[in-house]
Each structure stands twice: as structure tokens, then as C-alpha cells.
């Protein structure tokens, strides 16, 4: 067996008891870099499929070289702020209020005149904070374009909790326009709402509410915590969404 460093288990010789240990450290350490360099290849090659999947489906709902490039970079910029928050916390999960606050100010300044954002500091899994970041960016790129964030005076509130304990835990999100232009809905189905709509729900086997409101847009998403809290959140006590303020957009309903 060669190891990481080089040297060669059948030709060393580790005379006494410190020689033992040093080689089980050094068989120790081995086994770790091994592990650690199976999980990176894993996930670089998720990472390679899931950028495919938005290349084509991006291609498949664009007419022009330009409108492709304009979503597809949009659509990876999305991506890599969700991996942005992952790094940060050695890839065991993405803070939540991190994520929202980096997929917003793309768009304006969050907590500003426009945007405004409330919920604990939940740590989301790796899927989760893909999917959700994307589902973030293709809700503001639309308010951008035809909703509240169109106009000055719009203003959008994203919020999230969580509710009950234990294993029946559920994790819930908001987006909610205001003060935007007379909604209407969108005769067209691109690919920015099968992510709003449909994928995300069923990356995180959530239930998923996405209406165009005369008011202003409003999504929902609705999900079993299993699916979207890191481990280390899950061993975290939180309080009971039910005392949550609701004043910008009641997700319980």
C-alpha cells in the first residue's frame, strides 16, 4: 500500500511502541485525505450536473444567443452564492439568512427601502440551499421584471420558520410583492417557473404554492425539516413558529 506522503508500508520499519503509533497515525491520516478526496469528487461531480441541467433547460427556453447568456450567467451566479455559503461553513451547511441576504442584494439592498427579510439563523443542507437559492433568484429576476421590484414604491418580504418539534418539524418559507404593478399571470412557462413551481418542490418533496395575487406575487414553500435543516440545526432547539410575527406574510396558511 502507498500512502498520501509516499512512503511505503512493506519496506519501513517502526522499531518500539512510538514507531506503532506513529504508524497508525500516519494510516489514520491517510484514511481521512482518502475520505476527504472521494467526498470532494462527489460533489464537484453533482455540481457538474446540476450546472448541465441549468445549461439546458436555459437553452431549451431561450430564443437568442444573448437572452441565453444574460439567464444562464444569472442562473450560475444564483449557484455559486449558494456555494459561497457552504464553503463558508466547511461545507456542512449554508445559513439561511447568509443565503438570502447574498441572492437580494444582487437585486437591491436587502433590508433597505425595497427588501426586507426575517426568520431565525436556520443552517440549510447542501440540496437545499441549492435549490432554494435558485428558487430566490428567479422570484426576484421575475419582481425585477414585471413585479414589485419594477417600480420604486414595490417592496418584497421574505420570512421562514420553523414550526412544531421533533420529528413532525416542518420547515416554512415565504415571498410576498407589494406595492407593485396590477399583477397578471404569465400566459408563458419557462424554465425560471418549473423552479419556482415545481423542482424545487420536489428536490425537497415540499408542497409548493406560487400565486399571481392582483395585490402582488406570493410563494410558499412547505416542507418536512428532514429535507432542508443540517444536522447541525436539527440538534438545535428552536422556538415554536406559532409566535412568530406574521404582519408581512403568514406562511402557516
Known amino acids: ?12 520499519r517502526w522499531p518500539g511502541p512510538a514507531g506503532a503509533v506513529s504508524f497508525a497515525a500516519i494510516k489514520q491520516e491517510n484514511e481521512q485525505l482518502r475520505s476527504m478526496t472521494d467526498e470532494l469528487g462527489h460533489r464537484i461531480k453533482n455540481l457538474v450536473a446540476v450546472m448541465q441541467s441549468i445549461s439546458r433547460q436555459t ?4 430564443t437568442t444567443k444573448d437572452d441565453f447568456e444574460v439567464r444562464f450567467a444569472g442562473r450560475l451566479g444564483a449557484l455559486g452564492r449558494s456555494i459561497d455559503c457552504l464553503m463558508a461553513n466547511d461545507w456542512h451547511e449554508a445559513r439561511i439568512d447568509e443565503l438570502v441576504r447574498l441572492e437580494l442584494t444582487t437585486f437591491g439592498a436587502l433590508d433597505g427601502a425595497q427588501f426586507s427579510a426575517e426568520g431565525p439563523p436556520i443552517g440549510l443542507q447542501p440540496n437545499a440551499a441549492r435549490n432554494i437559492g435558485l428558487a430566490l433568484h428567479e422570484l426576484a429576476t421575475n419582481a425585477c421584471k414585471h413585479g414589485a421590484l419594477s417600480v420604486p414604491e414595490g417592496k418584497v418580504a421574505v420570512h421562514w420558520e420553523l414550526v412544531n418539534r421533533g420529528e413532525g418539524q416542518r420547515f416554512r418559507m415565504s415571498w410576498c410583492e407589494s406595492g407593485g404593478p396590477m399583477v397578471i399571470k404569465p400566459k408563458h412557462r419557462g424554465f425560471g417557473r418549473q423552479v419556482i413551481q415545481r423542482l424545487t418542490a420536489q428536490a425537497l418533496k415540499a408542497k409548493v404554492t406560487h ?3 392582483p395585490g402582488g406575487v406570493r410563494w410558499k414553500l412547505d416542507s418536512s425539516a428532514t429535507f432542508v435543516i443540517s444536522a447541525r440545526s436539527a440538534a438545535t432547539t428552536y422556538v415554536d413558529g406559532s409566535g412568530t410575527d406574521r404582519r408581512a406574510c403568514d406562511v402557516s396558511q
Do not use: I, W
Not at 500500500?1 to 519496506?11: F, I, K, P, Q, Y
Not at 437553452?59 to 431561450?62: G, K, L, V, Y
Open 59 to 62: 437553452m431549451h427556453h431561450t
Open 211 to 213: 400565486e399571481f395575487l
Open 1 to 12: 500500500m502507498r500512502l498520501a506522503n509516499g512512503v511505503n508500508t512493506h519496506t519501513m
